[in-house]
């Protein structure tokens, strides 16, 4: 060492020369009695120690050096906080001593390097550190590099090391976010089930969660009601929190009150308050749990948490704020699982609900269709026979009724049949019976049954159906229902163009398409078209019956054969519907044969209905009616009804028919009803926009307005009135109803056209000026009398305050207050006598007055006034001059010369002018006639 200084010479260098420099850590190291550690002296110390304190020192890594086999301990400033509160007993101290609680752990590599294995590196290790008073968990980063001494042997160790406690604990959370994130998605079935498999996720991260318990309300669907612990982790068995369990209490106050304010609370000394329950396996053997978070669940949509999650701290980590928001993020991500799983339970339980209505509904239908078809086989029975009877045939008047019940009765047949056939297709109680078929045939002999309703429908009809490879083995009567669905469909969403039919052989199936030019169906309706009683709303039809079974008809009976349906449709360009079909192999005994081909006779009755939704031309029939009787508008698109309808009418009134509101419309140019009887339900315009229509018209604005719904129940009945219709009847109606309605609408309708027509004549033949005012002052109507006093230009009315003709308020403020105040006045006192001036349109002063008297409505309880206005501006013109007149007289005769009677005369003369001036206003220019006598 040839530096040590020797005897005698003094040293280079010293504690004060080689720890100088700024910093609280240098004066420790200085201020140090090194030489009773076992480095003695600082003036002894070699050469490489003090090189590489000169390298330690000023570096801003936290660095520490440890000298000699002791490790003892020289650290730089940025190393001081690593210490804690170890500092500042750390300076000079022996490793091993210094690290006692991990010396462990830093011990062996330490000896490593100094055994000359050369330098190590370790990363984020875990060091349970008492240097805050508290055993902490924290990690490290660090490497420990061998100095070498003067014989080349190790002499110290090089210690540089990194905090990175942060970024672990913050990846450890950030994983336990994500994972908690997945229990949202992972779709557990009910809340019990989410809750507790979060509370088994943080289970399995004993270190942040040492101790959990999540509680749910008892009754989810129930706000505020019992909380109940659903699950917990590291709670010790048997201790009073884990009796908790579902019992609608908990012995944590805190988990009430964060129940109730929704806000949590921090919780401590838990290991008084429950001793031996929170306790978790520390490095150090069993710590207790001291602190708690105790967390509100909330799901959005609930005024009050739906359960409370307390979460125990780790007693290794301090309750931080960003543990503590860690905690609230946990809470967070549980909620949301919670929310998913109260969604998930939601859904199950509408979804249900919904599935029990379908069933009740198709329960109902089956029942009802099987009532009905007894009752309707006894309305058609008799009335074949007697359409049928040629020995005593019926006059042709009943005929026509009893064609009516005949074709109503086979309609009403076969939608019961076809609800009935969905109901047993979906029990499995309907199979097909196949038969070999030649299907062209077939389908061809279906589709020219068609043609002539098609055509008389103005729409071009093409079939295409060629021959097939194969023969297919179908049951004949359930395709006979698929293609009469799709035709009868075609013909009554096809206003114009044309229906194809088409039938091809196709990747070894048979396809049939029935493609129309009609109203096409919206996208999104599209994927319901199959579903039972699904109809598209407010689309063109040339009919609205239905009961949107037909399709789901159509689809039942493919699926019956393993076929498909498809429908490919635009909105206004048409559609086309696509059933695929294999054709099928030969089934056991096929029952004999009935339509192999030649013309079935199960598509009559469709076609002979739809041929019903043409519109017929024929005018009704002309009815005993005198040429007095009001005329009555009948629109109905059914021309069953609409005849039925007119036969009912027509002995009473005289009655004009069009097929649907648009038609009415058109109608109204040449035809000037009485009264409207429409239907709600019709192609083109549907009778509430009708309805507003006529309202809107003034030539119809107060025809009495009649509908027919086959809608039950109050609330049509509702729609209907405040719409604005007159009356509302719902079908089925009996025809002494239908006719007491007309009836009694068209006779109101004449005492009203009769009680004001008569108030237009009683007060048109007044003389006096007259008005009708309501109760805030508004002039609602006037006589032609009124109209001449106040000028023919007095506005419109109804005339509010202020009048056009009061007095202007600028020009005779005095008069204009008058005549406010003579209003106030017989407003406030329900009627009364009034003079005040008023102003002509031509802008003459006239003096009237008013008497008015008052009625209350007794529904309403307000009141409406009616009162005359004479004109009395000569009136008080000649009393003015009458007045002057003898103040003159007294006065002449009281004068005893010449000057006197002069004086009288001149000095009260031109007052009696001025005041006559004022009553007349200074624009007169003109009276209008009816002059008042006495005046001029
Ligand atoms: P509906 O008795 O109402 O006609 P469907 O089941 O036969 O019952 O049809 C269901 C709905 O599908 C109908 O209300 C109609 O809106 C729509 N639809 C069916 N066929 C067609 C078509 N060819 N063109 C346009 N819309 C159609």
Redesign the pocket.
Known sequence: MEERPGRGRRPRWSAETLFAGPGETRAALRAKDWAATPLGPVEWWPTELRAAIRTVLPSRIPMLLWWGPQLVQIFNDAYTPVLGDKYPAAVGQPGAECWAEVWDVLGPPADRVFAGQGATYSENERLFLRRHGYLEETYWTSSYSPVGGEDGSVAGIFVATTDVTARVLGDRRLDTLRELGTLSVAGTDTADDACRAAVGLLARRRTDFPVVLAYLRTDLMTEGSDLGLVATAGVAEGSELARDRASGVTGMPEVWRAAQSGRAELVSALADRYPGTFRVDGPLGPAPVNQALVLPLRVSGRTQPVGVLVVGASPYRELDTAYQGFLHLVADRVSTALAYALAYAEGRHRAAALAEIDKVKTQFFSDASHELRTPLTLIAGPVEESLSDTRDPLPPPQRERLEIVRRSTARLRRLVDNILDVVRIESGRMQPHPQPTDLAVLTRGIAESFEFALHRAGLGFVVDAPALPRTAYVDRDMWEKIVV??L???L???LTGEVRLTLRDEDGQAVLA?T?T????PPD?QPL??ERF????G?D?RSH??????????NELTGLHRGTVG?R?QPGA??T?TVRLPYGEPFGEAPPSTAGSGAPVASQGYVEESARWLPEVAPPPAGPVHPGAATVLVVEDNADLRTFLTTLLAPHWHVEVATDGQAALERLDSVRPDLVLTDVMMPRMDGFELLTALRGDPRTALVPVVMLSGRAGEESAVDGLASGADDYLVKPFSSVELLARVRANLELARLRNHESAWRTAVTGSLQEAFCIVDDSGAVIEVNDAFRHLVGADAGHLPARPPYPWWPQAQAEPAERRQAEEALRQILASHGGRARFPIRHADGHRIWVEALFSSVRDPDTGRRTYAGTLRDITDELLAADRQAALARLATRLAKAGDVTEVLSAGLGRAPAAVRRARGRRGLLRRQRPGGCAPGAG
């Open positions: 669905n799709l009868s469909n075609a009554k969403y096809t029935v129309d009609g109203v096409g169906i309706e078209l199959f699904h109809r598209v709303r689309s039809a019956e239905g009961a949107g079974i037909g399709l789901t008809l159509v429908v449709s048409g559609s519907f």
